[in-house]
């Protein structure tokens, strides 16, 4: 057994059965739907991610609000995911839910812009630092765009990424390093087969300034896609001067930067970027920024802006490079957007945030240090991260090596058992605005629990 994994199969199977049996008394109408779903919807949800929380069937929603969810069962758990960021700012928050009221009443989508998307843009570009914008509807939507317009721009073919990121469903983020170094997929099948995935991507290491140097020697790079804090298989964060020497790479070897703030955001009204002094050539942005409706954003230096003109932007086509589409930047998306900002996702709101996230992982580690477990906890402004680690990682694979998915199911079903929801995959906690310190006395004493039993059951084995 690795020293991180703590408890031993055996054990940690006693412990999960019991949690498994709770969950099941606590959810019975989910189970019942989860079941007759199963006629329609693939595996009982209608997307994917939703049937990977741990636990033998789903949670079933009847309502969101603030930092409360609650199930049709009518158990309410304290919300620490917060639709894995994009309820970060609450679930339904009344500023944006009103103007979203208003505003659906007024007219959804008619491929117009409205007064509301230069305001928008003005407000990105004053927090963000770059002044051009351009909507889309997701962010992985937006890194498509990004992406294409890189190449179109460099006429070169390939995007690099960092081992084990996470960027959208885009096959230039979906490869990854095998124990060889070489590029190969996520999946032991190839979820796009007849694209050569070398062909699109060169994969490094987060914090290998030399490996990124050799890749980008090769002179076929358009763009460097990255999240300033690798967020999806635990957080990795940037060691001293890694992003001054990203920038200075990217730029002597002629690869436009792209910085990924839609997890980061949760540093600080203009994101890691702002707090931190990057200089990106893009930036994109998804989920939270809009209350959590569906809506994207992508911004780019004046230089760009001037680049795309003299090329592509302002050909007399309707669809240029094949960016865009119907519904793209339709004025109820960006009327949320606008009262997000404007109202919802402030400094005195991340303020608040930062310094609950901050008194979060305080006690977790201290609860870590009690029982005298190997693990630690990794910070980035509003959310925190346990990892089973003694020491935060520096890289994507050391991060994901550490990843116990049974370890992961355990915790996140013993948790929800006592009415406290984090993030699946992996330990991620967000706080958001309407966070209480006893929303966060609740979660530490459940995960002071939680770690007192496996501290237990570890003994038992010794």
């Keep these: 057994m690795l020293p991180n994994r703590v408890v031993g199969a055996e054990q940690l199977r006693i412990l999960t059965e019991r949690e498994v049996e709770l969950f099941k008394k606590r959810t019975p109408k989910s189970a019942a739907?989860?079941?007759?779903?199963?006629?329609?919807?693939?595996?009982?949800?209608?997307?994917?991610?939703?049937?990977?929380?741990?636990?033998?069937?789903?949670?079933?929603?009847?309502?969101?609000?603030?930092?409360?969810?609650?199930?049709?069962?009518?158990?309410?758990?304290?919300?620490?995911?917060?639709?894995?960021?994009?309820?970060?700012?609450?679930?339904?928050?009344?500023?944006?839910?009103?103007?979203?009221?208003?505003?659906?009443?007024?007219?959804?989508?008619?491929?117009?812009?409205?007064?509301?998307?230069?305001?928008?843009?003005?407000e990105l570009g004053r927090r963000f630092g770059v002044p051009y914008w351009q909507v889309a509807m997701t962010a992985t939507e937006a890194n498509r765009y990004v992406i294409r317009i890189c190449r179109t721009l460099t006429q070169r073919p390939k995007t690099l990424v960092f081992n084990e990121c996470y960027h959208g469903s885009l096959d230039e983020a979906l490869v990854h390093l095998d124990d060889h170094g070489q590029v190969t997929l996520r999946c032991e099948f190839d979820s796009n087969p007849g694209l050569v995935k070398e062909s699109v991507a060169r994969v490094v290491e987060f914090n290998d300034l030399k490996a990124l140097e050799a890749a980008l020697a090769h002179q076929d790079v358009a763009c460097i896609l990255a999240e300033p804090v690798m967020t999806n298989c635990g957080m990795v964060l940037p060691e001293p001067g890694y992003h001054d020497k990203l920038r200075e790479l990217a730029t002597r070897y002629g690869a436009y930067l792209i910085i990924d703030e839609t997890h980061t955001f949760s540093s600080g009204p203009g994101g890691y970027t702002a707090a931190h002094g990057l200089k990106p050539d893009f930036i994109t942005l998804g989920k939270s920024i809009a209350g959590g409706i569906p809506v994207a954003v992508y911004g780019f230096t004046a230089r760009i802006a001037e680049r795309i003109n003299a090329s592509f932007g302002r050909k007399p086509v309707s669809d240029p490079l094949g960016i865009g589409g119907t519904?793209?930047?339709?004025?109820?998306?960006?009327?949320?957007?606008?009262?997000?900002?404007a109202h919802v996702a402030t400094e005195k709101a991340f303020e608040k945030m930062i310094a609950g996230a901050n008194r979060m992982a305080s006690g977790l580690e201290a609860a870590i240090e009690k029982h005298a477990l190997p693990w630690s906890v990794t910070r980035c402004g509003a959310r925190a991260e346990m990892q089973f680690l003694p020491h935060p990682p520096r890289k994507g694979s050391e991060a994901k090596a550490a990843v116990y998915w049974d370890l992961i199911a355990y915790t996140h079903l013993y948790l929800a058992n006592r009415g406290v929801l984090i993030t699946p995959f992996h330990n991620m906690m967000l706080v958001s605005p309407v966070t209480t310190k006893e929303d966060i006395d609740l979660l530490l004493k459940g995960w002071d629990a939680c770690m007192a039993e496996l501290a237990a059951a570890a003994r038992k084995e010794r």
């Excluded at 693939?42 to 789903?58: E, I, Q, T």
């Excluded at 609000?65 to 700012?89: E, P, Q, W």
């Excluded at 007219?107 to 003005?122: C, K, N, Q, V, Y």
């Excluded at 519904?327 to 009262?339: E, G, H, M, P, Y």
């Design 33 to 122: 739907v989860f079941s007759k779903a199963q006629d329609v919807l693939l595996n009982g949800v209608p997307m994917p991610w939703m049937s990977d929380w741990g636990s033998p069937h789903p949670i079933y929603v009847d309502s969101a609000s603030g930092n409360r969810v609650t199930d049709i069962d009518g158990n309410t758990l304290v919300d620490f995911c917060l639709g894995d960021t994009g309820a970060m700012f609450g679930h339904s928050p009344p500023e944006t839910a009103a103007a979203v009221s208003e505003q659906v009443r007024k007219g959804i989508t008619t491929m117009l812009p409205s007064e509301d998307a230069p305001w928008i843009a003005r």
């Design 327 to 341: 519904l793209s930047a339709n004025a109820f998306a960006i009327n949320a957007i606008r009262a997000t900002l």
